[in-house]
């Protein structure tokens, strides 16, 4: 066999490997995408665990192929397995996002959204400030910024994204609402107001919005818009009991104590998981409404039903004390539960007792104070200038301090009244006794009141 032969054959043999390398190379490129078809395909069908052998069969084979840890990371999240699906997605953005087939925006909008769920809201954040240097214009990147800012507390951040969303797109409802939630946490009312308008042309169905605009129509003193705007948040099922509470609340501010209690019962009658804390608020608004009407057997009911849940509740204690105490006699009794009328008529009484005419008489406190300008009946000398005084009594339960002492000092100055008389069912504080000292004051607490009023008659 020649040598030229053997040569040919050997050349041959050659050129047919390389041919069978580069069929095989071609095939095994052509296979990949081939493959990659297939896990979508899966993927879109909903079967998840084919689309991810599928994945581990490539990447057994290439182990840094990014594509396939990127198809198993969305098979992973179609799954519902949110650790394994962030960990390729890891994988993926550490070995590098090159592929054509990997979108950038997909996978890191997915590891923020999972990083979110797993409360890594600092790493949340990065994947977000990343998505933002690359399109400056993404208005939702800046909310998700913003809602992570809220849940990590930090309002005043929150509301700068918020605002950034809003200046891309001015009528991105849900940046208007959140940030119209921290302005009205914040007590920044009028700029909340202005929000939550807005959100109200946009959607005049949303109750949601009716009840803070009622909330901040309360809070400004325009009591009419108030009941209005709460009287539609009550639609919504959330905040209906507060809107309920809320409307009593305006009511009894009003005066209007009758529709206070409708409204407070209202709330009652429809509670649906509002916490301890809200319901004892709310008994304890209907209690003192009930008091301010002087029906003190519903309103005892309620502090009662207080005190069994949360003893040491505000002023509860105090309140059923002065009611229910046993030493309570009936002229003190009436004086605790008169109507308004007839706490008008006690209280000049208390008066001519003191030895005083009632020359002006105003109600204070809704009814719970009634303030008198006085003069001594036994003057004796018929051209002598009266002696003007202050005379205040006061049926709440509450002590009278310090503050309330001093306003009635600088008033009795300011008037040039010669003296003040301070009467208070419940007494008063030690710093308003040690303050009334050596200034023209009496003070007459309960026991003394009660001797008084043993010795008249409505």
Not at 29 to 38: E, V
Not at 264 to 292: D, H, K, M, P
Not at 400 to 418: G, L, M
Request: glycine share 4%; charged share 30%; net charge positive.
């Amino acid at each position: 066999m020649s040598f030229s032969f053997i040569m040919s054959g050997v050349i041959a043999i050659s050129i047919v490997f390389i041919i069978c390398i580069i069929a095989f190379v071609k095939m095994r490129d052509i296979s990949l995408p081939m493959k990659f078809n297939m896990v979508t395909n899966h993927i879109k069908n909903g079967n998840y665990r084919s689309a991810v052998k599928l994945c581990k069969d490539i990447i057994a084979k290439d182990p840094k192929n990014p594509e396939a840890h990127y198809f198993m990371g969305l098979a992973y999240l179609n799954d519902n397995q949110n650790e394994l699906a962030l960990d390729e997605f890891r994988i993926v953005d550490r070995t590098g996002i090159t592929s054509k087939n990997i979108n950038e925006h997909e996978l890191r909008i997915h590891m923020a959204e999972l990083y979110t769920k797993t409360n890594k809201i600092e790493e949340a954040l990065k994947e977000y400030a990343l998505l933002a240097q690359k399109k400056a214009n993404d208005f939702e990147v800046y909310f998700k910024m913003g809602e992570l800012f809220d849940l990590k507390g930090n309002k005043q951040q929150a509301a700068a994204y918020y605002m950034k969303t809003l200046q891309i797109k001015k009528r991105h409802v849900p940046a208007l609402y959140k940030l119209g939630l921290i302005y009205f946490d914040f007590k920044k009312y009028a700029d909340a107001k202005k929000l939550f308008t807005l959100l109200k042309a946009e959607n005049p169905n949303d109750w949601k919005v009716y009840y803070y605009l009622g909330v901040i129509d309360k809070n400004e003193g325009n009591a009419k818009s108030a009941i209005a705007n709460l009287e539609k948040a009550t639609r919504d099922k959330e905040l209906k009991v507060k809107a309920l509470a809320e409307r009593g609340m305006v009511y009894a501010t009003a005066g209007k104590h009758e529709l206070a209690v409708i409204e407070f019962e209202r709330a009652l009658n429809n509670l649906n998981g509002e916490s301890q804390n809200f319901v004892l608020n709310l008994r304890y608004c209907l209690a003192n409404t009930y008091e301010a009407l002087r029906d003190i057997h519903n309103a005892v009911k309620q502090w009662q039903m207080i005190q069994s849940v949360k003893a040491g509740f505000k002023n509860v204690g105090e309140k059923l004390s002065v009611y229910q105490d046993s030493t309570m006699d009936d002229s003190m009794k009436d004086f605790m539960t008169a109507t308004n009328e007839d706490f008008i008529e006690i209280c000049k009484n208390i008066a001519i007792a003191k030895e005083h005419n009632v020359e002006e008489l105003n109600s204070v406190d809704n009814g719970e104070c009634i303030e008198m300008l006085v003069s001594e009946s036994n003057n004796g000398w018929i051209n002598l200038k009266k002696k003007l005084k202050i005379m205040r009594i006061y049926r709440s339960c509450d002590p009278i301090d310090e503050r309330q002492i001093r306003e009635i000092v600088d008033f009795v100055k300011a008037k040039e009244y010669f003296k003040a008389f301070i009467i208070s069912s419940g007494g008063f504080t030690e710093r308003a006794i040690a303050f009334a000292q050596e200034r023209p004051l009496e003070l007459i607490d309960k026991n003394e009141l009660q001797k008084i009023l043993k010795n008249i008659s409505v």
